[in-house]
Structure formats: structure tokens, C-alpha cells
């Protein structure tokens, strides 16, 4: 059995992925903050009966890593950071090298959770990736660690948006439901795989169980195009969406077409997450949406460079008494289906 440690387990996706450690009830799991451990709820640990508290505080600095990993005996370490600042990327370099040097932790999952970073802006152009490469720079000097990428590709979840249970913050990508919006790049054939949050941190829970990881582990169960994605909410919503398309170009240069009117909403609404306001937002669902048009979303198309994180887990019989994935279809429905139902 593993003791994990989920650095930035108190963020969007980080808080998905304890919650799925915890769920899997095999592991002593530790959530690394820069925050004290507050009001944090007790644990009992699985390996010893004890309880614990699961709130490392700690300021990133490589030795005080080093110290804390030794004195939890660390095994697994899955960094969950938003990766936009050079402040997070640094952070993330020291644990990687505070890993390399720790006499318990073997394990390490970096913060990718997306698609394949290492590729031209003519197919990714999205400028924070630089900070996704850094870490796998620093992961190719590691000499003792194993170590796995995890694409889940596009999370579901904005498209059920804001009627699904999530954590991740409200964004709008290529269609607005709730106010009958669809704005699609190119002629809206481009595929995107999708994977719902809750899937993949249960995958990726589920992959310390693996005696092997293989470099790449896929979490995708849904891969569809973007006109499939608006036929779908129509099917669902029972009427049908207004759609424009755009130039892929439009997105590269920030300057959509149309702004959905939810990501209008959300940048009033936050001026904190957004700063730059509107603009911000624009250059944000732009760049992702380019990146889709250009086929980065598509891990259908990395063939043999990724495993399918489910396939591998299935092949060991891990999966007995594991809910099925979410399909996009499935999910589609339960977010609009039964609004009108």
C-alpha cells in the first residue's frame, strides 16, 4: 500500500483527485498546501489504523520536501497545480527534484492532465505550456523515479456547465446551452476527447495499482466532433442552437466572431479570477479552442505513444466494483435532458 501525496489537493482538480484517493480506501493520502492545515477533517489511515491529519504545509523549497516526504515515508507524488505562473512551474521543479533525492518516493505524476504539450504552436498554441515542458525537462534527468503523463484531453464538465456537480470554475467552450449559443471554428469538424473530472482522478487512483506505467496513460471515454458535441445538446435540450463558425484564425489572433454570453457573465462576475476582464477570458477559451480546431484535442491520433489507463487497469481485474465512465452521451443528458423533462 502507498502513501501519496497530492501536491495543490486543495485546488480544482487536486481537490477531484483526494477525494478519488480517498474513495479507493488503499492509500494513506496527504494533501500539500501552502496553507496551514485549518479546520482539516481527521483521517484514519488504511496502513495503520491511526488517525492523521492529511494537511502537509509546506513553502516548496527542495529540502523541506525532502524532509517532509521522509517523515510521512512518501511513496507516490501527484502534483495538481493550475500551471500558469512561473511561480507554480518553479514549485513544481522542486518537488520533482526533491522526489529524485527522497529515499522513500518512487513515484511521480506530473501536472499535465490535458493533451500532449510537446508539440509546435501550429497544433498546441497555447503559451503556458512552456511550464508543462520545463517539468518534463527536469523529469528526463531523474534517474530513480517512474514516472507517467495522464491525458484525460477536454474535461466534460463545461459542457454540462452550470448543471453538473464540479469542481472545476464555470468557462464556456464552443457551446453556451443555457442560452441557446454555439460558436464553432473551421467547419466544426474537428474531434475532441473529453473525460469527465471524477473519471479521471478514479483512473488515476486506480493506475497506482499498476506494477508498470507506461509513459503516457490516456483517461479519455469520449471522443466526438464539435458539430456531434451541438447535435447532442440539441437532442437534449429539444430545440435548436443558434451556430455560427468562425476562421481558425479569428482564435489566433483573440478576435472571435461572437462571445458566448456565459463567458460574458463569468468575466463580470470574477473580476478576480480575470483581471483583464473580458479580454482575458477571450484570449483564455481562444487559445483552447484553437488548439482544438488544429487537432491537439484529438488523442485519437496518438496511436501507439499512449495506453489506455482503463485497458491496463481491466487487464490486472482492477476495475471490479468501479462505476463505469462517463460517456459523453450519458452525460449530455443527465445536464440537459432533464431540464425540460
Known amino acids: 500500500m502507498a502513501v501519496v501525496v497530492v501536491a495543490g489537493g486543495l485546488g480544482d482538480l487536486g481537490r477531484i483527485i483526494t477525494d478519488a484517493l480517498y474513495e479507493r480506501g488503499k492509500y494513506e493520502v496527504y ?17 495503520t489504523g491511526n488517525e492523521y491529519n492529511p494537511i502537509i504545509e509546506t513553502n516548496y523549497s527542495e529540502n523541506i520536501l525532502i524532509e517532509q516526504f521522509a517523515e510521512k515515508r512518501v511513496t507516490v507524488v501527484i ?3 493550475i500551471m500558469d505562473s512561473e511561480s507554480t512551474c518553479a514549485a513544481q521543479v522542486q518537488l520533482i527534484r526533491a522526489a529524485e533525492r527522497s529515499e522513500s518516493v518512487r513515484r511521480f505524476i506530473p501536472s499535465e492532465f490535458n493533451v500532449e504539450y510537446d508539440v509546435g504552436d501550429e497544433v498546441l498554441p497555447y503559451s503556458e505550456k512552456k511550464f508543462h515542458i520545463t517539468a518534463r525537462i527536469e523529469l528526463s534527468y531523474t534517474k530513480t523515479l517512474e514516472y507517467a503523463y495522464v491525458y484525460p484531453g477536454m474535461f466534460m464538465d463545461y459542457f454540462g456547465m452550470p448543471h453538473v456537480a464540479t469542481q472545476l470554475r464555470p468557462l464556456y467552450f464552443f457551446i453556451d446551452p443555457t442560452n441557446g449559443r454555439a460558436v464553432l471554428p473551421g467547419d466544426g469538424e474537428a474531434k475532441m476527447s473529453m473525460t469527465f473530472t471524477t473519471d479521471a482522478a478514479r483512473y488515476v487512483a486506480l493506475a497506482l495499482d499498476l506494477a508498470k506505467w507506461p509513459r503516457i496513460l490516456s483517461t479519455v471515454t469520449s471522443t466526438v466532433t464539435l ?3 451541438v447535435r447532442l445538446a440539441e437532442k437534449n435540450l ?10 481558425i484564425e479569428s482564435l489566433l489572433r483573440h478576435e472571435p466572431l461572437a462571445d ?8 463580470a462576475a470574477y473580476p478576480g479570477r480575470f483581471p483583464g476582464g473580458l479580454g482575458q477570458v477571450r484570449a483564455l477559451v481562444a487559445d483552447l479552442e484553437a488548439g482544438v480546431a488544429l487537432g491537439a484535442y484529438d488523442l485519437t491520433g496518438l496511436g501507439d505513444k499512449v495506453q489506455d489507463c482503463l485497458d491496463l487497469v481491466r487487464a490486472s481485474k482492477g476495475l471490479e466494483g468501479v462505476p463505469p465512465p462517463r460517456r459523453i452521451e450519458r452525460f449530455m443528458k443527465e445536464a440537459w435532458g432533464r431540464r425540460w423533462s
Open 31 to 47: 494533501v500539500m498546501s501552502r496553507k496551514g492545515p485549518g479546520n482539516s477533517q481527521i483521517r484514519i489511515s488504511p496502513l
Open 79 to 81: 502534483c495538481a497545480f
Open 227 to 229: 458539430n456531434e458535441l
Open 238 to 247: 429539444g430545440c435548436a442552437l443558434t451556430v455560427r463558425y468562425q476562421p
Open 260 to 267: 458566448l454570453p456565459g463567458n460574458i457573465e463569468i468575466a
